[in-house]
């Protein structure tokens, strides 16, 4: 029986050279190039790997990486787009939150576990998208089914013959009754449906708590014994559409399958995102309850390094994931990780602190920027909003001031200051339809002014 590779590159990365994919990171994070290059030739170094010959392609191992800068300057942003880019399965998760061995926190184990989730969800969405036209056709015959119950089929007569055919009127009525679920004349009706339960008794959560880990396992191993049980339900039929066209598509992917390439996307394009690492660094042991970061250090080696972490699903080798480490290391340095895992993310790149500059192309360049974010946002109250250039690098000099004075946070002072800048119309706006309103240097001063000044109340407020 042959057998097919899952695919595993869906986004064909061959069409995107290095520069090609700082291009597109460039529509969604300002500045940080050194950065992009590094995880641009990163990605592409996958695609590299995939071309060897297949004796040489296990022994390529990622080039992991280490990013360096203060908080707010892009790091997470890279990591995430670069994985939305890749349609790479994509964790991030904080270092600071795992203990050694899961003693009084998480395994660090559990980072290939949920990524497996959440690769599984990955390829079941695409599964489901290919599927969704089918699944609807089948669910509107059967929410027909439900609305006009078919006629019971005459018994053969005497000797064997077959009955006479029905009347055609049950053909016709169920045309127009489709014909009106299709134009939405039905979505008043109300029909009634079986449908599952999938619920563990209250007792056996409860006494689980706050531990994540175990509810998860209870899940995995008493779901089974409580996910048989139907119950009736009345709902309005485009509800009972939409749960019955859910069920059909269920029905129509193949779910082993399903597995076997969220797995192998794990594998081969698993992309995980360790932040606040600098949090880990260091060999001194803590006393009491807390245990050491070096011992945190040393349950991540082996996943870094590459081992076999078993999931629900079945093994995941992490040999061939990528993992970006990121950290301010304001106190800690890269070397005070323990040089096995220092080893493990042989390219270190540092990110630089955002100027004036910056904050202004933060504001108006990408994609999603904040300025067209608010200006959608008020456009839905008929208001026009619109900065002046100078409106502009005034809210940018307040945030490079707001930063020097208290915490140093980078972008996302940005949102704090849009926030309260912007608070007096996003009260207002549904009583000005109609309304054309200019944010100049002017504005941003006077609606800032006090707080800018007052240090201990910009503290709290920006």
């Not at 990163?42 to 790997?49: G, K, V």
């Not at 892009?74 to 991030?92: D, N, V």
Request: proline share 6%; net charge negative.
């Amino acid at each position: 029986m042959n057998q097919t590779t899952p695919n595993t590159d869906p986004l064909n990365l061959n069409t995107l050279t290095p520069r090609q994919i700082v291009e597109e990171l460039d529509r969604y994070v300002i500045g940080q190039k050194e950065a992009k290059r590094m995880v641009a030739i990163a990605l592409r170094n996958r695609w590299r790997r995939q071309q060897v010959p297949p004796d040489l392609r296990d022994e390529v191992m990622p080039k992991n990486i280490i990013m360096i800068g203060p908080t707010g300057v892009g790091k997470t942003e890279i990591a995430r787009r670069l994985a939305k880019l890749a349609q790479a399965p994509f964790i991030k998760v904080e270092a600071s939150k795992f203990t050694e061995v899961g003693y009084v926190g998480r395994d660090v184990e559990s980072i290939i576990r949920d990524l497996t989730e959440l690769a599984i969800n990955m390829v079941k969405s695409q599964r489901l998208e290919t599927v969704q036209y089918k699944a609807e056709q089948q669910a509107e015959e059967r929410l027909l089914d439900l609305l006009l119950p078919p006629p019971p089929r005459p018994p053969f007569a005497e000797g064997g013959e077959a009955p006479h055919p029905p009347h055609d009127s049950y053909e016709t009525t169920r045309s127009k009754l489709r014909l009106q679920l299709r134009e939405g004349k039905l979505n008043e009706r109300s029909v009634e449906m079986e449908v599952k339960e999938r619920t563990l008794p209250i007792g056996v959560i409860s006494n689980v708590g706050g531990l994540d880990e175990l509810e998860s396992h209870l899940r995995d191993m008493l779901g089974g014994m409580f996910q048989g049980k139907k119950k009736k339900r009345l709902m309005k039929v485009p509800e009972a559409l939409k749960l019955l066209t859910q069920e059909e598509a269920q029905k129509l992917i193949d779910m082993e399958e399903v597995v076997r390439e969220a797995i192998a996307r794990v594998e081969q394009t698993g992309i995980v995102f360790l932040d606040e690492i600098d949090k880990i660094a260091g060999r001194e042991r803590t006393m009491g309850p807390d245990v050491s970061r070096e011992g945190v250090q040393r349950d991540l080696l082996p996943i870094v390094e590459g081992c076999t972490v078993n999931t629900k699903h079945g093994p995941v080798v992490t040999d061939h994931i990528l993992f970006i480490a990121a950290g301010a290391f304001h106190v800690a340095k890269p070397s005070d990780l323990i040089p096995e895992l220092q080893g493990r993310f042989p390219i270190r790149v540092e990110l630089h602190p955002l100027s004036k500059d910056d904050f202004v192309r933060i504001l108006t360049e990408p994609k999603g920027a904040l300025v067209k974010q608010y200006q959608a946002l008020l456009a839905t109250e008929g208001l026009t909003v619109e900065f002046t250039k100078d409106g502009l690098e005034a809210i940018a000099d307040i945030a490079v001031q707001v930063n020097e004075r208290t915490e140093n946070i980078g972008a996302r002072r940005l949102f704090t200051i849009m926030e309260r800048l912007l608070e007096e119309i996003s009260f207002a706006g549904p009583e000005w339809p109609d309304t054309v309103v200019t944010i100049t240097a002017d504005y941003v001063h006077e609606r800032l002014k006090d707080i800018v000044k007052d240090q201990d109340l910009s503290r709290y407020i920006l």
